[in-house]
């Protein structure tokens, strides 16, 4: 069999935040239409509508409310819960472990509203 009808993968296009705030807030002025303004950037209406929703939901913020993560899978084998007042320590944090095997840990202050939207990213 040849490589006849074999397409090459398309390298996913990554957007900054700061350009998808500023092409979302284009389709705030008015008289603007998301398809047109989603032309202009050589951007799918569809996608621009993702991001329109995200700014709602306010995961299109710039500044420190991004915070970075790390997610791991954890061992097959159920997680050894933690002694309870280890998980009340600052130096240790605590270990929120979700259904699909994601294990997050907190350490230190925690922006409420932050962890809030990590754990809904997760929990999807």
């Given amino acids: 069999m040849g490589s006849e ?3 090459e993968p398309v390298k996913r296009r990554r957007y900054s935040v700061a350009y998808k705030r500023q092409v979302v807030e284009e389709t705030f002025e008015p ?3 998301v ?4 032309r202009r950037h050589d951007v799918n209406a569809n996608q621009l509508f993702r991001w329109r929703k995200e700014y709602r939901d306010g995961l299109l913020e710039t ?3 991004l915070i970075p993560i790390r997610v791991a899978a954890s061992a097959p084998c159920a997680p050894t819960p933690l002694p309870e007042a280890e998980s009340r320590t600052s130096e ?3 270990d929120i472990l979700l259904r699909g095997g994601h294990r997050v840990v907190v350490r230190g202050d925690a ?3 932050v962890l809030r939207t990590v754990l809904e990213v997760l929990g999807r």
């Fill in 111 to 113: 922006d409420v509203a």
């Fill in 5 to 7: 009808g074999r397409r």
């Fill in 92 to 94: 240790r944090g605590v």
């Fill in 31 to 33: 008289d603007a239409s």
């Fill in 35 to 38: 398809s047109v303004v989603a």
């Fill in 63 to 65: 500044g420190g409310e």
